[in-house]
Antibody, heavy 117, light 107 residues
Framework: EVQLLESGGDLVQPGGSLRLSCAASGFPLSSYTMGWVRQAPGKGLEWVSDINNRNTKTYVDSVKGRFTVSRDNSINTLYLQMTSLRAEDTAVYYC???????????WGQGTLVTVSS | DSQMTQSPSSLSASVGDRVTITCRASQGISNFLAWYQQKPGKVPNLLIYAASTLQSGVPSRFSGSGSGTDFTLTISSLQPEDVAIYYCQKYDGAPLTFGGGTKVEIK
């Protein structure tokens, strides 16, 4: 069974850092483009970042220079390193797997990041 | 960057009604469009990709159409379990923008 399990969400102060992890099972991470999508409380979906199987990375403008996506195919795990966190980064962060192109056919349960003093 | 505008933002319809949701891209995106359903308190679920291809396991009452800038998601006969927020997403290139969502309720 294909599964994505996020971890690492927490309460962090503005300006702080956090690393999210996404453990994939049931498929080889190395064969897929993976990404992160977030959803602020009571709001819609916002695409955050993608990393393809050639390690090409893309980001939404609001996180460029602050967030870094990476992958460790040897342990089937995706990461999102977040620095200089802001209140507007508060959201549930979903790990997603892309289909043949970049529609998302598998979503994790999400991990909550709260940025507040 | 292409923006994605959904309409309406919410709708209320009766069980058995035909429901249509529209998504408009500010620039042409060919057929690089997906639709997702997010039921209350749940994770989003892929319904349609490539504008009109039904994801495996999705009921056939859901259908998608369109190309370029104008797209529609149609529920041919609304069911109680279809209460959800529906999102479109473009994936022709970064940023992979989502629409603002359409909340579907039962009248």
């Amino acid at each position: 069974e294909v599964q994505l399990l996020e971890s690492g969400g927490d309460l962090v102060q503005p300006g702080g850092s956090l690393r999210l992890s996404c453990a994939a099972s049931g498929f080889p991470l190395s064969s897929y483009t993976m990404g992160w999508v977030r959803q602020a409380p009571g709001k819609g979906l916002e695409w955050v970042s993608d990393i393809n199987n050639r390690n090409t990375k893309t980001y939404v403008d609001s996180v460029k220079g602050r967030f870094t996506v990476s992958r460790d195919n040897s342990i089937n795990t995706l990461y999102l390193q977040m620095t200089s966190l802001r209140a507007e980064d508060t959201a549930v962060y979903y790990c997603v797997r892309a289909g043949s192109i970049s529609w998302y056919d598998c979503w994790g349960q999400g991990t909550l990041v709260t940025v507040s003093s | 960057d292409s923006q994605m505008t959904q309409s309406p933002s919410s709708l209320s319809a009766s069980v058995g009604d035909r429901v249509t949701i529209t998504c408009r891209a500010s620039q042409g995106i060919s057929n690089f469009l997906a639709w997702y359903q997010q039921k209350p308190g749940k994770v989003p679920n892929l319904l349609i990709y490539a504008a009109s291809t039904l994801q495996s396991g999705v009921p056939s009452r859901f259908s998608g159409s369109g190309s370029g800038t104008d797209f529609t998601l149609t529920i041919s006969s609304l069911q109680p379990e279809d209460v959800a927020i529906y999102y479109c997403q473009k994936y022709d290139g970064a940023p992979l923008t989502f629409g603002g969502g359409t909340k579907v309720e039962i009248k």
